[in-house]
């Protein structure tokens, strides 16, 4: 299959809207990261998501919308919900909701998103549509046009193009569904901030049954990731210096402020910035064939989505900081 490459301009709207209608596939920007949408009411073409990304089929997925009305078509929605939509949307917070039925599951999870080529996409399709991240289950997520298309091409009909995405890693997923809320997935919209907002604590459900996506590997490339924990950060530092200066041709990927000397790869100048570049960083890495990754989360408490995604590209594995040699 050729995977066609639309410019965001009306045409190409226009076009990649057309296919969505016809039962097609195509990747389209988003603030969090890229995704590859399917007409949600088609059930051939939401089965082709899943072949095309090789995601397990119990692993349910998000469904885009254009206004935060639509909420009242699809699912069903509380106070809750209603507050959280009209304060959050269009932004990254996904809303986990008894639905009506739509994929033949008691639940759905909603987002609006806040990127304009995809509300564009969406009014012009007219309908609402599912999109998972547009990358091969398990792999680093998209956040460029480019790295879409490398991950996706001959797999679906098109990539709608459009800006790197602003905030770099997935949404959040809040669990709306039950009488007491729980977190699924960390993302650009904080605990602190749903609870704020609710007035009520807001509780972890975390590799739960509640949320299925959370079991499988996940934002993972194909080469070896060193996690480093959180305990002491001198030795730790030391530590990542030496794994480093083992392997010509090693990575960092972490604040600058904590990145050995001379180091090599992502040094971000903030929170914000390492979370919107890690997935490029992890594929650029992979590209290169760098022998050891080395990934250093920051300790912020702005920074629980990051960590959670480089805890999980690493395979959950954490290295401890290691004694000075003798
Ligand atoms: P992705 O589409 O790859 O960003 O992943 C979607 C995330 O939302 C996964 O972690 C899913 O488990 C979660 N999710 C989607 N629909 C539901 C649902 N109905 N109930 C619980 N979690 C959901
Ligand atoms: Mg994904």
Known sequence: MMTQRLKPDDAGVSCAAALLRAGALVAFPTETVYGLGANAADPGAVARIYAAKGRPADNPLIV????PGAIDEWAVPDVRARELARRFWPGPLTLVLPGRGLFGAPTLALRMPAQPVALALLAAVGRPIAAPSANRSGRPSPTSAQAAYQEMQGRIEAVLEGPTARVGIESTVLDLS????????????????????????????????RSPGTRYRHYAPEVEITLFADDERQRLIESVARALSACRGSWYIGLAETAPKGAKGLLANDVRQLQQELYAAL??????????????PPQSSSAA??????????????????????
């Open 64 to 67: 885009h919308v254009a206004s």
């Open 178 to 209: 039950l009488a007491e809320a729980a977190l699924l997935r960390p993302g650009g919209i904080s605990a602190a901030q749903i609870a704020d907002a609710l007035g009520e604590h807001i509780g972890e459900a975390k590799g739960s049954a």
């Open 305 to 326: 989505g990051v960590r959670d995604r480089m805890l999980r590209a690493a395979g959950g594995k954490v290295q401890a900081a290691q004694g000075r040699e003798e």
């Open 283 to 296: 594929l650029e890495a992979e590209r290169q064939g760098a022998p050891v990754v080395a990934v250093l």
